[in-house]
């Protein structure tokens, strides 16, 4: 088995820093991986192969010798890694194969470089969604190892359980504990499929499940009375009004997909859509108090889309979406007061409540479940499969009719 020692090397000049190196040993071939650690022949112990920190070193100094230390630690966790993977393949391989792939994985064998990475390909890949859910989990779990990087090798099952003590210390829910899980462990297997390192199975301890969370259906009567609501003083209320009842009136439309609904979808009386989350295709009969909110605004802002939500084509998309629907989402709280809803309303509500309101009217799960877009259970693709799409206007018409 390979062996890595840590050498220093003195200056030829009296008083200069000497440099750090690495010695790989493989079957009695010797090879040299140098460093840029800088440090005076005081600085090393020659016994034990280790930096240290003299009595009298200054605190800027002490604070670099300690970084100093840290880096070679880090380097030599990451070698006795590649050696480790070697002598599990059992294959042949000799220390320049070491040197070389020490060299090559600098990246990749810590969790927030090798987790960056794949965020910047979810995005070359235009899933930007999920490389937005990845960022989110990458700073918590930074905030949790309060910024130290940790390399591939050392996620195991006690770091993981750490970390889901850290989350709920928190006051994190259980489902979003899991979110963060689920999603740390797409990340590690996808460096066990690259053979970055061994399987050790280290969420197995920690929750990845799905709690079933409190449905925030709204009733009928008050959607009614948001609907009724004076807010003629109140624009900003009045814009998110309109943005709820929109999605509303569209069975549960997303506040992503109405944001980026063109007027060119609109034609002959349907509204052809394809969702963003899913990319399913759905087509929602025109109704009359759909086109009131669209010509509310209509001269208000110059795009192709259909709503006020994306406004200016000189900035950025995504940003004015999320900046909209965070905005929104606050306004609506002040609209719950303004009815007494207990609940917080939120843009996501609107679809809860058009499938909560179907289902009172009896209406079939099968058509509930086309109307929203649903494709994920198995028995509702099947009913799905040769539905009409005009049963599905035909049930949003008569939830409307009720308004």
């Given at each position: ?256 997909d109405m944001a980026y609904l063109k007027k060119s979808d609109l034609k002959n009386g349907i509204l052809t859509y394809r969702r963003r989350k ?91 479940s086309e109307g929203m877009g649903h494709d994920s259970e198995e028995t509702t693709r099947i009913y799905l499969a040769s539905l009409d799409t ?8 008569l939830i409307l009719k009720d308004l």
């Amino acid at each position: 088995m390979a062996s890595v020692k840590v050498k220093f090397r003195p200056s030829s000049v009296n008083g200069k820093e000497g440099s750090i190196y690495y010695q790989v040993i493989h079957n009695r071939v010797v090879r040299q991986i140098r460093t840029d650690y800088r440090i005076f022949e005081s600085e090393w112990n020659d016994k034990i192969s280790a930096v240290i920190i003299p009595a009298w070193t200054s605190i800027d100094r002490k604070n670099y010798l300690q970084s100093v230390i840290s880096s070679i630690e880090w380097d030599i966790k990451r070698l006795k890694t590649i050696i480790a993977l070697y002598e599990r393949g059992n294959k042949s391989y000799t220390s320049d194969d070491i040197i070389l792939k020490f060299n090559r994985q600098a990246d990749e064998q810590s969790l927030f470089s090798f987790m960056q990475g794949v965020i910047e390909q979810l995005k070359r890949l235009n899933r930007i969604r999920t490389s937005e859910t990845y960022s989110v989990t990458l700073a918590s779990f930074m905030k949790f190892r309060d910024g130290q990087d940790i390399l591939l090798c050392e996620i195991d099952s006690d770091a993981m359980m750490l970390y889901e003590a850290w989350l709920k210390a928190n006051s994190n829910c259980p489902n979003t504990i899991s979110f963060y899980m689920r999603i740390l462990r797409a990340v590690y297997n996808r460096a066990v499929e690259k053979d970055l390192i061994e399987q050790k199975f280290p969420f197995k301890h920690v929750y990845t499940g799905i709690d079933k969370t409190v449905k925030r259906a709204v009733p009928l009567k008050t959607i009614k009375r948001i609907k009724e609501l004076d807010l003629t003083t109140k624009s900003h209320l009045d814009y998110a009004r309109d943005m709820f009842l929109f999605s509303f009136y569209t069975r549960g439309m997303s506040f992503v997909d109405m944001a980026y609904l063109k007027k060119s979808d609109l034609k002959n009386g349907i509204l052809t859509y394809r969702r963003r989350k899913t990319g399913q295709q759905l087509t929602v009969k025109w109704e009359k108090c759909m086109g009131d909110i669209v010509a509310k605004y209509e001269g208000h802002f110059a795009t192709q889309y259909l709503l006020p939500i994306i406004t200016d084509l000189r900035a950025d998309e995504r940003i004015q979406y999320k900046n909209a629907l965070c905005r929104v989402n606050i306004a609506l709280k002040g609209i719950a007061r303004l009815v007494g809803l207990a609940l917080p309303l939120s843009m996501y509500c609107a679809r809860h409540a058009w499938a909560s309101i179907a289902k009172s009217k009896n209406i079939p799960l099968a058509v509930i479940s086309e109307g929203m877009g649903h494709d994920s259970e198995e028995t509702t693709r099947i009913y799905l499969a040769s539905l009409d799409t005009s049963v599905v206007d035909k049930a949003n018409s008569l939830i409307l009719k009720d308004l």
